[in-house]
């Protein structure tokens, strides 16, 4: 069979690296072009010697010197020099999630939960939508997200953008039996050194994999040759995975086919569609315009709290305080009820609802019986300022009693 021979990135063609200036992409195209020919089997099977006595870790220096401090990406999600995933089940909007991680690291914006400590460079390898689709998404996420002139300047130095539909295929194929690298493999390494990315983003990982899906031996090949091409590189990848959607669920191991890959990579951040217990405790009208997302797994930070987005124009998410605006209409319902009373209440019998007085309060809040709830609402009124508490003389003296009294009303 005749082998496809894979071009350099052209500047010459509108969709390759489409937030690059013209000087830029012939930069890169002529160190690609200049790169030294990779050996057939440099990745996939090195000829290395036998290792001598000097060259095993120094455990004596491991213990008597302090190790160098960790270095992140996105701080405790996304690790510098490190293999991830992203995983959420179609039409959660993975692309445009991994759109806007991308759009925070460039420019150093913290949005929601994502957190670079400062600018860095990302190549986004999309073999999933036209340039044309990717070309609308990130003209409404820079509206949406109001780019000021510095965020344009950094966009134009480190996001490298390139649109692969039927162009780039599978980093891996068979050979007889027997996994190995690709020509598109060599194609994204040398890319990648080209561009000197911190981050790559691979969208997404069903049209990349070429083995078999569910063989967990085929999964664990493929992601060492991202390790491989990250020890070489220091970039960090972040693999954009589908999850089938009957298990559209916040979860580490939701992921498609062989769970190795889930298993072997160094962290792994789930979206998930919001459910039905969801929409009811949020109030939600329209929950289907909306998405959670938590670092589920990390070999390196714990979980990090849920985080809810809206979808707004193209998909383009914004993160949105459900749970606060949730606690904020609850307070100002409880406040105005409390201001009406003649008399003041302590937090437990608040919490309770045992007085007489009470039971309208507690036909309001449908989830009453919930004593968490309560007790956020409660915490939220006192941290706002709508609720304070007073000592108050009890009747017939003896101990004073704290009660909470409405402020705002």
Not at 46 to 57: H, I, R, T
Not at 212 to 223: F, I, K, M, Q, V
Not at 250 to 257: E, M, Q, T
Request: proline share 6%.
């Amino acid at each position: 069979m005749k082998k496809a021979v894979l071009k350099s990135i052209s500047p010459d063609k509108p969709d390759d690296f489409n937030l690059m200036t013209r000087a830029q992409a012939d930069e890169i195209d002529n160190k690609i072009k200049s790169a030294p020919k990779s050996k057939k089997k440099d990745i996939n099977q090195p000829n290395l010697p036998v290792v001598s006595p000097e060259q095993f870790a120094p455990i004596l220096d491991w213990i008597k010197n302090s190790p160098p401090e960790r270095k992140w990406i996105l701080d405790d999600m996304i690790p510098s020099s490190k293999v991830g995933v992203l995983s959420a089940a179609g039409g959660v909007g993975k692309s445009n999630l991994s759109n806007l991680i991308a759009f925070s690291i460039t420019t150093g914006r913290t949005i929601g939960p994502f957190k670079p400590p400062k600018a860095r460079r990302v190549f986004i390898l999309n073999v999933e939508d036209e340039a044309e689709d990717m070309w609308r998404r990130f003209h409404f996420l820079a509206k949406l997200y109001d780019v000021s002139s510095k965020d344009k300047k950094l966009i134009q130095k480190n996001l490298f953008i390139y649109p692969g539909v039927g162009k780039i295929g599978p980093l891996m194929e068979f050979e007889g039996n027997n996994p190995k690298p690709t020509v598109y493999a060599d194609w994204l390494k040398k890319s990648i050194i080209a561009s000197k990315p911190d981050l790559v983003i691979l969208d997404t990982k069903s049209r990349l994999y070429g083995l078999s899906e569910n063989d967990n031996d085929h999964n664990t090949r493929w992601l060492q040759l991202l390790e491989q091409i990250t020890t070489l590189t220091k970039c960090s990848f972040l693999i954009v995975h589908h999850v089938a959607k009957s298990r559209d669920e916040l979860s580490a191991s939701a992921g498609r086919g062989g769970s190795s890959l889930i298993d072997n990579s160094r962290f792994v951040i789930s979206a998930a569609s919001l459910n039905e217990q969801d929409a009811k405790d949020f109030e939600l009208d329209t929950p289907e315009n909306y998405f959670k997302l938590r670092l589920e797994k990390s070999s390196y930070a714990p979980k990090t709290p849920i985080y809810y987005f809206e979808r707004l124009n193209e998909g383009i998410p914004k993160c949105v305080e459900l749970k606060a605006e949730r606690l904020e209409r609850i307070a100002e319902l409880m406040v105005k009820f409390l201001a009406d009373q003649d008399k003041k209440f302590t937090r437990r019998e608040i919490i309770r609802g045992a007085k007489k007085e009470l039971k309208p309060l507690k036909e309001k809040l449908k989830d009453y019986k919930a004593v968490k709830n309560i007790n956020e609402v409660l915490d939220f009124a006192l941290k706002t300022g709508s609720l304070k508490e007073v000592d108050s003389k009890r009747e017939g003296g003896g101990r004073t009693r704290v009660e909470l009294e409405a402020v705002c009303y």
